[in-house]
């Protein structure tokens, strides 16, 4: 295996990781008590991840095609690992903040330079769904993990992520050390290279041969966060919390399933996407009445889309940082937005009513995929 791909597969790992280690301690992380005051803090905390990754995904996608994506990736651990310490070492709801903001900032860094770098291969396809694979076994052992050694202290999940991302920084630095950035600097000033790139994102977001990727991206993501988000409260009196926790875990080891399934098979990108599609809609809708048949199609139609995608822009564009920048802008801001817009809903309208209205959503995704296909856009 080659050593960047290598690195990069151990970081998606970490970065997960570490990220979903915060979330079974999230109320005593933001020491909550009784009131309003303290369900704000927490909400902030969970959130701050999201803004922090939406908020830096599109910048350092355009600068990893100049510096080198490698580099970046290596960036990410960096704030990776000092994230981590900074929850470790701090019990102030500021700084916890301000660290969650940087385990954002990490993600920005790291997903447009992986996707990019994954997508230069021949092979971007089975890497796509590797990578994929290893991102939800990240998420799944985070949460595991954290909730295991919780019993036995706090903060022992993030201090096992913390330092396996230092020993993953280890890594990256000798990586680089070894084998220089992966691109050359460019020559051009780097501000009238910044201005081209925004200029060029635009056109992206306009492009009408990307806008239905934008728009499924946006959607399923947004669905699974709408999931995650709401389901606790749905499945109060149906489920207990052990039930809950596996069946949310079973949605994470569909996605690894279905992901590393699809990458080893000669199906097209398009077909990927219209499978996963159909599968993550049936999934949403089961989960009114099926929890776990819910959550295994709704990870198992997650997984084949979300390898389908990526392998698909990386084969419609050169300017990988700048679309992968976008890709994964939309990915965290269905994820950041949706729940949002859903949990507004709910004051209108029951939780069941809601599942199935964005299950349709995602069924009408389908006709943007259509749309695409007559535009000959798709390219396996």
């Known amino acids: 295996m080659e050593k960047g791909r290598l690195l ?7 970065i997960m990781g570490l990220s979903n280690a915060v979330i079974p301690i999230l ?6 008590g009784s009131g309003n005051h303290a369900v704000e803090l927490s909400s902030l905390l969970f959130s701050a991840y999201f803004i922090g990754a939406l908020l830096t995904m599109l910048p350092f996608g355009i600068l990893a095609e100049r510096y080198g994506f490698m580099r970046f990736v290596t960036i990410s651990l960096v704030l990776t690992f ?5 929850m470790l070492y701090t019990n102030d709801i500021h700084l916890l903040i301000l660290a969650r903001l940087m385990e954002g900032t990490a993600c920005g860094a790291f997903f447009p330079a992986a996707f990019s770098y994954l997508g230069s291969f021949n092979k971007r396809k089975q890497y796509m769904g590797e990578f994929n694979f290893l991102l939800n076994a990240g998420l799944a052992a985070g949460v595991a993990l954290s ?3 919780a019993t036995m202290g706090l903060k022992y999940g993030i201090m096992a992520f913390t330092v396996i991302s230092f020993l993953t920084l280890i890594a990256g630095m000798g990586y680089l050390y070894k084998n220089g950035r992966d691109k050359e600097k460019l020559q051009s000033p780097i501000i009238a290279e910044i201005r081209q790139k925004i200029f060029t994102t635009s056109g992206f977001l306009v492009d009408k041969s990307y806008t239905g990727i934008w728009i499924i991206v946006f959607v399923l993501i947004g669905t699974n966060g709408v999931l995650l988000a709401l389901y606790p409260d749905y499945s109060t009196g149906m489920l207990s919390k052990a039930e809950l926790g596996i069946a949310i875990a079973v949605s994470y080891v569909s996605t690894m399933i279905s992901s590393i399934w699809i990458s080893h098979t000669s199906m097209e990108s398009k077909k990927m996407i219209n499978m ?3 599968i993550a809609a049936s999934g ?3 989960t009114i009445w099926l929890p776990f048949v819910g959550f295994a199609l709704l990870g198992s139609g997650s997984g084949l889309a979300m390898v389908g995608l990526p392998t698909l822009l990386a084969s419609m564009s050169k300017n990988k940082g700048i679309t992968m920048g976008l890709y994964s802008t939309y990915t965290y801001g269905g994820l950041a937005i949706m729940p949002i817009f859903a949990g507004a809903l709910s004051g209108f309208v029951g939780l069941e009513i809601i599942f ?3 299950a349709i959503l995602l069924f009408l995704t389908l006709f943007v995929n259509y749309k695409m296909r007559l535009n000959k ?4």
Request: charged share 5%; hydrophobic share 60%.
């Open 8 to 14: 990069v597969y151990l970081s998606i790992f970490t």
């Open 27 to 32: 109320p005593e992380l933001a020491g909550l």
């Open 284 to 286: 949403t809708l089961a």
């Open 82 to 86: 000092f994230s981590g310490v900074i």
């Open 147 to 149: 909730g295991l050694l």
């Open 377 to 380: 856009t798709y390219i396996s």
């Open 356 to 358: 199935a209205i964005f």
């Open 276 to 278: 996963g599609i159909v």
